[in-house]
C-alpha cells in the first residue's frame, strides 16, 4: 500500500468519524445540553481514553520513543484550536441552518491551499480542479444556503467562516509540528488536553451540565469515542502522509456521509441535488488522488519540528 492510500485511509477514518457528530450532538441537544457542555464532556471522556491507549502501548514495549521529542506545549496549543473550533460549531448550528453552515464551513479546502500557496506549497492544476469541484459539491450537497444568508444570521455565517479558518490553520500546523513524528497517538491525546483545559477555563466562569440519564451518558461517550479520539487522531496521521493540501480536499467527502448519517438517524431526506453533489466531491477526490499535487520546498520545515 502506497503513503497516498495509507494516507487517504486515515482521511476517511476521520471523516467517518466527524460524520457522526451531527447525530450525536442532535440526540444531546434534545437533552437540553448546551454546546459547552456538549464540547467540555467530549474531552473530559476522550481526553483519558487517548492516555490510555498510549500508556497501554508503552507498557506493553509498543510505545514510540520519538515521543519524549513532541512539541508538547505547541501541540496542547492546538488543542485550544480545537476547543474554540468545536464551540463555535455548536454554536453556529444553533443560529443557521446545517445545510448552509456546512456550505460555509467546507470552504476550508480554499483556504488552506491558499494559505500554502503562500507559504510555498504548490497545486498542480488539477488539484487546483479538485478544491473548485469540492466547493461545487459541497455547495450542492447542502441546497439551502440562500436561506442561510437572510434574516438574522449574520453571526452564524461569521461563526462559519471563522471555524473554517481555524480548522485550515490547525491543518497546516499539524502537517508542520508533527512532520517525521511517529508517536502521533501521544500528539493526539497532547492535543485533546490541550482542548479539554481550555474548556475547562471556560466552564469555570459559565458552569456546566451533567448529561441527565444513562442514554445521554451513551451518546457523549459515543461523540467521545467515534467523533472524538478516532478521528483526532486518523486525521493527524492522514495529514502526515498526504500534506494540509491534499488531506483536506480528501476530507471533504464528509458532507455527503453526513448527509446519508442524517437520512438514516434524524430523518432528514437527502434531495437529487445533494446526491449530485456527492458525485461530485467523490470525482473532486478521485481526481486529486490519482493526478496528485506538486509540492515545492521553497520552505523546508525543520525535521524535528521543535
Do not use: H
Not at 9 to 18: E, M, P, R
Not at 50 to 70: C, I, P, V
Not at 247 to 276: D, H, K, R, Y
Not at 290 to 297: D, E, H, P, S, V
Amino acid at each position: 500500500m502506497t503513503r497516498n492510500q495509507r494516507g487517504f485511509i486515515f482521511i476517511a477514518l476521520a471523516v467517518a468519524g466527524y460524520s457522526c457528530l451531527p447525530v450525536f450532538t442532535g440526540i444531546l441537544l434534545d437533552f437540553g445540553l448546551a454546546a459547552l457542555d456538549i464540547a467540555l464532556w467530549r474531552y473530559v471522556l476522550a481526553t483519558p481514553l487517548l492516555w490510555l491507549l498510549a500508556w497501554t502501548m508503552e507498557a506493553r514495549g509498543a510505545g514510540d520513543a520519538s515521543a519524549s521529542r513532541l512539541p508538547r506545549i505547541r501541540l496542547a496549543l492546538m488543542g485550544a484550536m480545537l476547543a474554540v473550533a468545536a464551540l463555535a460549531a455548536f454554536v453556529g448550528l444553533d443560529l443557521i441552518p446545517a445545510g448552509t453552515y456546512v456550505v460555509i464551513f467546507y470552504t476550508y479546502p480554499a483556504m488552506v491551499a491558499l494559505i500554502m500557496l503562500i507559504l510555498g506549497e504548490r497545486l498542480s492544476g488539477w488539484g487546483w480542479f479538485a478544491v473548485l469541484l469540492t466547493l461545487v459539491g459541497v455547495g450542492l450537497t447542502a441546497p439551502d444556503f440562500s436561506a442561510g444568508l437572510s434574516g438574522d444570521n449574520f453571526t452564524g455565517v461569521l461563526l462559519a467562516i471563522f471555524n473554517a479558518a481555524v480548522v485550515s490553520i490547525y491543518f497546516i500546523l499539524s502537517g508542520k509540528l508533527l512532520r517525521g513524528k511517529t508517536a502521533l497517538i501521544t500528539a493526539s491525546a497532547l492535543t485533546c488536553t490541550g482542548a479539554l483545559v481550555s474548556l475547562l477555563a471556560v466552564a469555570l466562569f459559565s458552569g456546566i451540565q451533567l448529561p441527565p440519564s444513562p442514554a445521554a451518558w451513551l451518546a457523549m461517550l459515543g461523540l467521545a469515542v467515534i467523533s472524538t479520539s478516532l478521528p483526532v487522531f486518523s486525521i493527524n496521521k492522514g495529514i502526515q502522509l498526504l500534506g494540509a493540501s491534499r488531506a483536506a480536499v480528501v476530507g471533504s467527502f464528509e458532507p455527503l456521509l453526513t448527509a446519508l448519517l442524517a437520512m438514516i438517524f434524524l430523518n432528514q431526506a437527502m434531495q437529487t441535488i445533494q446526491w449530485l453533489g456527492g458525485i461530485v466531491i467523490v470525482i473532486s477526490v478521485i481526481l486529486l488522488q490519482t493526478l496528485g499535487a506538486r509540492q515545492t520546498t521553497s520552505v523546508v520545515p525543520n525535521p524535528a519540528g521543535d
